[in-house]
């Protein structure tokens, strides 16, 4: 089974930045990796993902705030924010697209908090 251990939130001012990161553990190879969130009363929402490849993808509401990136050698994945505005406000759900043993899940970290609020 695949464990994501996601870490980096917390509680910031608007204007403020900070850092998720999330790791995968085991012997595997990642198709797909990122962030998605949800709001109190909110579905899930995809913020970004990064492919194999090299190919990102982000919530229009995010873009040229937050950037991901990967460090695949370490099974990483990384979620810079900056300019936090209050409605970013959510726990953050790493995923991450896993081919292991010939076989392709879905996977999920139990979430961070991250609150923006002065």
């Known amino acids: 089974q695949v464990q994501l251990v996601e870490s980096g939130g917390g509680l910031v001012q608007p204007g403020e930045s900070l850092t998720l990161s999330c790791a995968a553990s085991?012997?595997?190879?990642?198709?797909?990796m990122g962030w998605y969130r949800q709001a109190p009363e909110k579905q899930r929402e995809l913020v970004a993902t990064?492919?194999?490849?090299?190919?990102?993808n982000y919530a229009d509401s995010v873009k040229d705030r937050f950037t991901i990136s990967r460090d695949s050698a370490k099974n990483t994945v990384y979620l810079q924010m900056n300019n936090l505005k209050p409605e970013d406000t959510a726990v953050y759900y790493c995923?991450?697209?896993?081919?292991?043993?010939?076989?392709?899940?879905?996977?999920w970290g139990q979430g961070t908090q991250v609150t923006v609020s002065s």
């Open positions: 995923y991450a697209q896993v081919l292991q043993f010939a076989t392709l899940s879905n996977n």
């Open positions: 085991g012997s595997i190879f990642i198709y797909t």
């Open positions: 990064t492919t194999s490849g090299g190919r990102t």
